[in-house]
């Protein structure tokens, strides 16, 4: 048997499960609360799962283990960032959240804000946040399918592409919550055991011990002692130091503002068991990112990491698959041939699960923020027809996403990823954080704070070296890059927040501070919140 | 949103939630809700930045040898999980034992139309 043959069998495996789960959802979905919220019941444990499922990108699996291969110990300082983040999750939004909103982000603004403008710009944030990060994951997914398979073609990563749109499109459109939920849950399973698994192996060659490990990656990586020191790709000059803490600031603000994360606090009965989701989320996504740490050093200390290997000409994405291989027995060996195919079936399982997510938040804000609460303001809107206009902005966005991921392939991944995060810690968390603390805020400040962030984000990544001006810019040739940094953060971030805090002194909205009585008891207590469906 | 929209339900219902709003019980829970979140809130950031900015200007720091290959700086970036999950817990043992409590009372009194 080939490996492509193994390889693409489990592929299809992968497919036809979470197809089948879909199916399966797909007649559990009535009403509108099913398709936003799966009916808002999923247990505690079982939505902590599905966060992990959404959380755990490609981009961390193969990503961190790659930058750590790779760079060694500034590839951990990724991970952190990630981590940490879920703390501001837990403590300051997960519950109060569940508590005060129903099916998008843009509900607990609307509670006590005018329905139209907030409505309006938190859906903007939605759709910008979920493009850049969908984008990301389809352009890490055509990579990684043309290199898995072993076929490096153009036309094969442009198939992937739009093959990975289409099956996203199908689970949303046809499972909703539900259906992507179960998607996540099983990818979320099949990724920690396959991880776990590999760590295992790894660990065991060095007798579990992990100075011995990383004593031969440090030796094997070429680098010596300096591959387990920070600053091997982030050291440099104080502007390179700035950008890296901007970085590090959009890591552990954005994951609360990222809206396929929100939206999943909704998914759950009560707020207790939104907290209860977060738990788990923290327990399973800081023990993955723990494996993550010894896949990468493994791979740095048993794989050929030069500059000509095939682990540093894809910037380490294969790293995690081709560790499998190796601990598996080798190039040519059943058992290497075995763990290699599952490993980049899970990575597979993995791509598949975040877009579903991703495409899921941004057609429920379309249709919940912009047809109900916008377009048809006064008019009822019955919950067949929001459901339906749901799924056509699934297959609209869907599609937008393809026709932007084939010209995206040129972008980093890592980057977009990282722009995802600012602008989700610039625009939606400023907006979250003062709408749940502050009474006097009002409708001028958030769409100020949303707007002003989500400009300032994406408006400082178009004027930086990322865009023009230096040998790896988008646009080599020109240069127009006059803000120094690639990574926004550390300015738009404040910035979101003072145009949240202007907005809100010049501007006086009564019924605001009025219904911010209704919404803290809410958020509180529970006390009104939307409670699980009957059925 | 503009009052003239709402319901007499919803009127009522605002009344409710004007009176819960104005109880002792309901002052606690958000005092002790408050009360932990922000301090450690801050004090998580502070100490995650604290991590980001010696990894980048304290090199020299980071890079001492404990024990083998351990180097402070991974066992800084290890207390970084190590307090991510202690924080976590703390938290879910708070509010299980002072927020859970008295937020499903002022609830159940709300359901149960106690205030109005």
């Given at each position: ?7 693409s ?29 799966g ?21 961390s699996f ?5 930058a750590i ?16 983040a879920?703390l501001?999750?837990?403590?300051l ?11 998008t982000?843009?509900?607990q603004?609307?509670y ?10 938190a ?9 850049f ?21 153009q ?8 093959g990975?749109?289409v ?5 949303v ?32 060659q060095?007798?579990?011990n ?11 990586s ?48 009560t ?5 209860k989701?977060v738990?788990?989320?923290i ?35 294969l ?6 291989e190796a601990?598996g ?10 763990l ?22 941004s ?5 919940h923020?912009?047809?109900k ?6 008019r ?11 799924r056509v ?24 990823v990282a ?13 979250i ?27 400082l ?30 300015i738009?971030?404040p ?7 202007l ?10 501070e ?12 529970g ?9 | 949103?503009?009052?003239n ?13 004007e ?16 009360g ?8 998580f ?19 001492t040898k ?11 970036g ?13 938290y879910?043992?708070?509010s299980?034992?002072?927020l ?17």
């Amino acid at each position: 048997m080939s490996q492509q043959f193994l390889t693409s069998s489990l592929f299809i495996a992968v497919v036809l499960l979470t197809v089948g789960i879909t199916m399966w959802a797909s007649r559990q979905t009535k009403t509108a609360s099913d398709f936003y919220s799966g009916g808002r019941s999923f247990s505690g444990f079982q939505n902590g799962l599905a966060i992990g499922g959404d959380y755990m990108s490609a981009a961390s699996f193969l990503g961190i283990s790659g930058a750590i291969a790779l760079f060694g110990y500034d590839g951990f300082l990724y991970s952190i960032g990630f981590l940490v983040a879920w703390l501001v999750a837990l403590l300051l939004v997960a519950e109060m959240l569940r508590n005060a909103g129903r099916y998008t982000m843009a509900d607990q603004l609307a509670y006590r804000m005018r329905q139209r403008p907030v409505r309006t710009a938190a859906s903007m944030s939605t759709v910008v946040v979920s493009i850049f990060y969908l984008l990301a994951q389809m352009v890490g997914a055509g990579t990684l399918v043309a290199l898995l398979l072993g076929v490096e073609s153009q036309a094969i990563k442009n198939v992937t592409i739009v093959g990975v749109g289409v099956l996203m499109i199908f689970y949303v459109t046809v499972g909703g919550m539900k259906g992507t939920t179960w998607v996540q849950i099983v990818k979320a399973v099949l990724l920690m055991t396959g991880s776990l698994l590999i760590t295992i192996l790894v660990l065991a060659q060095f007798d579990f011990n992990l100075s011995t490990l990383l004593g031969a990656a440090a030796e094997n990586s070429g680098k010596g002692q300096a591959f387990l020191e920070p600053g091997l790709r982030y050291g440099g000059d104080f502007l390179a130091k700035i950008d890296f803490i901007s970085l590090g600031l959009a890591l552990v603000l954005g994951t609360a503002g990222l809206p396929h994360i929100l939206i999943r606090f909704y998914t759950v009965p009560t707020a207790q068991d939104a907290r209860k989701s977060v738990l788990w989320a923290i327990g399973l996504i800081g023990a993955f990112y723990l494996m993550t740490l010894v896949l990468g050093f493994g791979a740095a200390a048993l794989l050929d990491t030069g500059a000509d290997s095939e682990v540093a000409k894809t910037t380490g994405n294969l790293a995690s698959p081709l560790l499998a291989e190796a601990v598996g027995g080798g190039a040519g060996s059943t058992g290497g041939a075995i763990l290699l195919a599952l490993i980049s079936a899970v990575a597979f399982a993995t791509i598949l699960a975040v877009v579903a997510g991703l495409t899921l938040a941004s057609s429920s804000s379309v249709a919940h923020d912009l047809y109900k609460g916008v377009f048809k303001k006064d008019r009822q809107v019955t919950e067949r027809e929001e459901v339906l206009v749901a799924r056509v902005a699934a297959f609209a966005i869907g599609a937008i996403a393809i026709i932007l991921a084939i010209p995206a392939q040129r972008l980093n991944i890592a980057f977009l990823v990282a722009l995802a995060f600012a602008v989700a810690a610039s625009a939606n968390l400023p907006a979250i954080i003062y709408n749940m603390f502050w009474k006097r805020f009002n409708t001028r400040g958030a769409t100020w704070s949303i707007y002003g962030g989500l400009l300032a984000a994406v408006g400082l990544v178009f004027f930086s070296p990322v865009m023009s001006g230096a040998e790896t810019s988008l646009f080599p040739n020109s240069d127009w890059a006059v803000f120094p940094l690639s990574n926004p953060g550390i300015i738009s971030i404040p910035f979101g927040f003072l145009m949240g805090f202007l907005g809100t002194i010049t501007s006086r909205e009564p019924e605001s501070e009025v219904m911010f009585v209704e919404l803290e008891v809410r958020a509180l207590t529970g006390a009104g919140a939307e409670g699980a469906s009957s059925h | 949103m503009a009052e003239n929209y709402r319901t007499t339900d919803e009127r009522t219902a605002h009344a409710t939630y004007e009176r819960m709003h104005a109880t002792k019980e309901f002052h606690e829970l958000r005092r002790r809700y408050r009360g932990f979140a922000i301090p450690w809130t801050v004090a998580f950031l502070v100490w995650y930045l604290t991590y980001v900015v010696l990894s980048t200007w304290a090199t020299d720091f980071m890079n001492t040898k404990l024990v083998g290959n351990i180097n402070i700086a991974l066992v800084f970036g290890l207390l970084q999980f190590v307090t991510t999950f202690l924080i976590a817990w703390l938290y879910a043992k708070h509010s299980a034992k002072h927020l859970d409590p008295l937020a499903n009372q002022l609830k159940s009194e709300f359901d149960t139309g106690a205030h109005s």
